[in-house]
């Protein structure tokens, strides 16, 4: 499963890619909707590696990050984004650690600095063999007060070798 928040402008078009040959057939489902004018949405993502091998701490915090695009007013500092306005909003996440880890981790998601979800829902990249890429992402809706700060971070701390993220995304909309 994949999940991409894009804005684009009029005429461009956007596609599922991949340039892993598969030996097999596969099926790829593709679907999307447009937001209401100004209706807040945001993503960002890093720009370099970076070091991450403690536990609870917003991926993100003290990378250096690049913003795609901010519509509607919402914040995004140190690996966290503070909702411009009430509503229900949808985040997704996706964490890609360094090749050479060979450590587990989670992606967890956090809301005013407490577990977000009602049932303490986590998704695990577990234990690699450092021989190839792996990588994870999570999808949360939550409601939210204006000012509300949501991010995803890992409660457990990375403890093998090479505890970097090589790539991090962090999106997000309201829904209504």
Sequence with gaps: MSSILV?????????PMSDIGTS???KVVMGGFELSPN????????TNSFAY????????????????F???????????YTVPEAG???????VRVGDSDNGDIEIEWYKNGADASTNNFEMWLHLGDASGRRSGMSITMLDCAAGDVVHAASDAAMTGTGDVIAQFTLSGFKLR
């Excluded at 229900?88 to 996706?94: I, L, P, Q, R």
Aim: glycine share 14%.
């Design 39 to 46: 209706m807040p949405a945001f993503k960002v993502y890093n």
């Design 24 to 26: 097999a057939g596969a």
């Design 53 to 68: 091998a403690t536990s609870a701490v917003a991926f993100g915090k003290g990378a250096s990050m690049a913003t795609d």
């Design 7 to 15: 804005q684009l402008d009029a005429g461009e078009t956007v596609y």
């Design 88 to 94: 229900v909003y949808m985040f997704t996440t996706k």
């Design 70 to 80: 901010n519509v509607g007013g919402g914040t995004f500092s140190n690996g966290k």
